[in-house]
Each structure stands twice: as C-alpha cells, then as structure tokens.
T-cell receptor, first 116, second 110 residues
Framework: DAGVTQSPTHLIKTRGQQVTLRCSPKSGHDTVSWYQQALGQGPQFIFQYYEEEERQRGNFPDRFSGHQFPNYSSELNVNALLLGDSALYLC???????????????FGPGTRLTVT | GQQLNQSPQSMFIQEGEDVSMNCTSSSIFNTWLWYKQEPGEGPVLLIALYKAGELTSNGRLTAQFGITRKDSFLNISASIPSDVGIYFCAGAYNFNKFYFGSGTKLNVKP
C-alpha cells in the first residue's frame, strides 16, 4: 500500500523565483492538505483540496496556490519567493468524511525548500 | 488562527520511565491527533481521537480526548531509546483543517 509521496525531496531557489511541489496521496485517499513547517515549529495549514477544488485555506497570501488533478494528486505553487518561505513543505492525505466530518491525515516525507 | 499550547517543550528522561505530555486549545475541537516526527521526515500518525472523554491506546502509547474538548493528553509507558523524536498534537473542528502544537521534544537516555 503506497503511502503519501512528495517530490522533489530538496529544492534550492532564489528570491523572486517560482516553485512547484508535487504530492501523490495515499492509495484510496481523495483529499490533500498542504502544510508549511518552519524550523522548530509545528506544521501550519496552507490549504486543502477536495474534488479538484480548494475547500479550506489557512492564513497564507495569494502567492501560494495549488491544484488537484483527477487522480487526486496535487501541486503546490509559490510565486515571488521570499527568504521567509524557506521551510519543509508537507503534504497530507485523507479520506473526505462528509460535510463536517474529520478523518485521519497521513503525511508524506516533505520537500525541503531553501530560498537564497 | 487557533492557538494550541503544547507542554512541556522538551523532556530528558531515563530509559524505562513513563512520559506525559499535553495540549490545550483556546477553542473546542472535534478531533485530536497525535504525531511523532523524526529528523528529516514527515510526521507519523500515532493515535486518533474522535470523542470527548475517549481513551485510546497504541502499544505503549495512550492518549485521551479531554472532556472539555479543549485538551488532549499523551502518555508513553516504559520509554525506550527509539521513542526519541518530536511529538505533535493536532486538533480540528471540521473539514480536516488541523491546527498543530509546537511540539514536545523527547530525549531518552539509555
């Protein structure tokens, strides 16, 4: 049973550039959430995709955008990178549990983004 | 956003000792999850709690969903060196939008 996979593992970008990170959910899951984890902190919710639409969003600027594909995989795009965007970006997948339901989330290994 | 206070921030214990950590929220949650994260890896789900008052075990780990729905506790019994890592609590009210604590770093001395 394939778990959550993310690519690339590491990435180095320059300020002002744009980056795309990718995530494949755990087999059988249809919901993907993205988190940013700064060094020494807990993960912070960026947004969540379900049925190819953004369903929930955290307190992140519009420079952060995403997409979900028909096979449930997802991309996170960050434009106009800032030094402060350096972090571990985590993807978590889950099974939608109804209108207000909640289900377990499983994380991938993350993508370490360094902005110089 | 929601504030989750997780304590203690770090712990240094001897192998074989029991460990307790907790998480409190300013708002109520419908779900609490506990994760463990090791360096360079994503968080690994340990225990999920869905009902106030619920007590759930996973091997040497036991977690409880507080009656007020604003807190949760994790206990590890008879700690071993491989328990070393950072433990995170996460709470959600709906739609799998989880808020995370800042973590408890556990160090176990053999």
């Amino acid at each position: 049973d394939a778990g959550v996979t993310q690519s690339p593992t590491h990435l180095i970008k320059t300020r002002g550039q744009q980056v795309t990170l990718r995530c494949s959910p755990k087999s059988g899951h249809d919901t993907v959430s993205w988190y940013q984890q700064a060094l020494g902190q807990g993960p912070q919710f960026i947004f969540q995709y379900y049925e190819e639409e953004e369903r929930q969003r955290g307190n992140f600027p519009d420079r952060f955008s995403g997409h979900q594909f028909p096979n449930y995989s997802s991309e996170l795009n960050v434009n106009a990178l800032l030094l402060g965007d350096s972090a571990l970006y985590l993807c978590a997948s889950s099974l939608a549990a109804g209108l207000a339901g909640i289900d377990e989330q499983y994380f991938g290994p993350g993508t370490r983004l360094t902005v110089t | 956003g929601q504030q989750l206070n997780q304590s203690p921030q770090s712990m240094f214990i001897q192998e074989g000792e029991d460990v307790s950590m907790n998480c409190t929220s300013s708002s109520i949650f419908n779900t609490w999850l506990w994760y463990k994260q090791e360096p360079g890896e994503g968080p690994v789900l340990l225990i999920a709690l869905y009902k106030a008052g619920e007590l759930t075990s996973n091997g040497r780990l036991t977690a409880q969903f507080g009656i007020t729905r604003k807190d949760s506790f994790l206990n590890i019994s008879a700690s071993i060196p491989s328990d070393v890592g950072i433990y995170f609590c996460a709470g959600a009210y709906n739609f799998n939008k989880f808020y995370f604590g800042s973590g408890t770093k556990l160090n176990v001395k053999p």
